[in-house]
């Protein structure tokens, strides 16, 4: 059974920090996308970063320059290092794992993390 695997949510005061960690596990071969994405109360879904196999990186524009996204392609996780949070950024966070291939070179659909919650409080 492939799946993602979340941790690091968590209650934080303005301007703190939180690393947000991601693995996949199962009979995966590759993973072409890893990234985050999350959802506040009575909002969407949007995307904060992604990265690709080979380092590419793209960042939500409220996230530039506080948020940075890594990844360990041996692990098969992503992280996800927040700094100087802000009261906006409280949401369920999810993990994406995208344009994967199983072992075997099966195609498989996305996968999504169960969500971590992220608190920032005054």
Do not use: H
């Not at 005061?13 to 009979?27: H, K």
């Not at 994405?37 to 590419?56: C, F, H, N, S, W």
């Not at 344009?99 to 005054?122: A, E, M, N």
């Amino acid at each position: 059974q492939v799946q993602l695997v979340e941790s690091g949510g968590g209650l934080v005061q303005a301007g703190g920090s939180l690393r947000l960690s991601c693995a996949a596990s199962g009979s995966i071969f590759s993973i072409g996308v890893m990234g985050w994405y999350r959802q506040a109360p009575g909002k969407k879904r949007e995307l904060v970063a992604i990265m690709t196999d080979y380092g590419r990186s793209n960042y939500a524009d409220s996230v530039k320059g506080r948020f940075t996204i890594s990844r360990d392609n041996a692990k098969k996780t992503v992280y996800l290092q927040m700094n100087g949070l802000k009261l906006e950024d409280t949401a369920v966070y999810y993990c994406n794992a995208a344009q994967l291939r199983l072992r075997g070179g099966v195609p498989s659909s996305d996968l999504w993390g169960q969500g971590t919650q992220v608190t920032v409080s005054s």
